[in-house]
């Protein structure tokens, strides 16, 4: 049972914008500990694609933007292609002094 | 170029033990935070450990009820997870990740290629 919760899968044609949702709870996000997205290719490593809510690490496209409201957070990617097809995972931290990952959604590119 | 090496993983019998390794390059982890995270076969990311930059800030997931310990040797540049009385439900793949070093507890901004351990009689 993940702490942070993600819708399972999510789908959309190329080019259109899909986004992914993560709930926390107030003791991690609403806490107003950040929120990191992971995106996992199949049988890859994950990959950090936005780190403290809204920032992308070099090399990263800008089609991949992230958002945080109250104790939630949303991943989205604009311009979608076939290459983002994976599993994104959010992670924050919670007051119990551990990292926390959401359950994880695995984008489809139709 | 950072790299992380996982090793140590396999097949061992409930109850047995195993020691992981992770050997850094392109970086010294005696500037870093690192951690464990593992992912059981079909599931999802579960954080397992943190060892910080001096080595005396130590943290695990209460779900390890203790089991598990991790080190590390600035000498060798690596990080270790020893594994004890361990169950299937430890199956999983191990991965090794170097805090975001930016960012406010992000578990990792550069991940090793994991190493498999299968918990099995």
Redesign the interface.
Known sequence: Q?VLTQPPSVSGAPGQRVTISCTGSNSNIGAG??V?W?Q?LPGA????VI??DT?R?SGVPDRFSGSKSGSSASLAITGLQAEDEADY?C???DS?????????TTVTVL | EVQLVESGGGLVKPGGSLRLSCAASGFTINKYTMNWVRQAPGKGLEWVSSIDSSGNYINYADSLKGRFTISKDNAKNSVYLQMNSLTAEDTAVYYCARKIPIAVAGAGDYWGQGTLVTVSS
């Open positions: 993940s500990y950040p990191h992971y996992q490593a994950p990959k950090l780190y403290d920032n690490p995972y992670q924050s931290f119990s002094l551990s990292y926390v990952f959401g359950s994880g």
